[in-house]
């Protein structure tokens, strides 16, 4: 059974940080893509950032120079660093593992607020 659990979400304040992590099981970790989506209230899931097996990654243009997407294929785990958060980051993030299938983690809340 796969399984993907985020974890590290919570309130911050505008300009804060915090560090999400994707704890994967029941898939070969190292052979998948990794990515971060999240989905504000009101709008579409959008792609915050992917990180391949070969660990080439990439962006939404909103996160550039703000969030790191990282993995440590032997933990079986993927991150995302988000500094310097503003109030429209403010999400459900999700993680998702793609290889032939794709699987969602249930998602974490990210609030960011004064």
């Known amino acids: 059974q796969v399984q993907l659990v985020e974890s590290g979400g919570g309130l911050v304040q505008p300009g804060g940080s915090l560090r999400l992590s994707c704890t994967a099981s029941?898939?070969?970790?190292?052979?998948?893509?990794m990515a971060w989506y999240r989905q504000a209230p009101g709008k579409q899931r959008e792609l915050v950032a992917t990180?391949?097996?070969?660990?080439?990654?990439n962006y939404a243009d909103a996160v550039k120079s703000r969030f790191t997407i990282s993995r440590d294929n032997a933990k079986n785990m993927a991150y995302l660093q988000m500094n310097s958060l503003k109030s429209e980051d403010w999400a459900v993030y999700y993680c998702?593992?793609?290889?032939?299938?794709?699987?969602w983690g249930q998602g974490i809340q990210v609030t960011v607020s004064s």
């Open positions: 029941g898939i070969i970790f190292n052979l998948y893509s």
């Open positions: 990180i391949t097996s070969g660990d080439s990654t």
């Open positions: 998702r593992a793609a290889r032939l299938r794709i699987y």
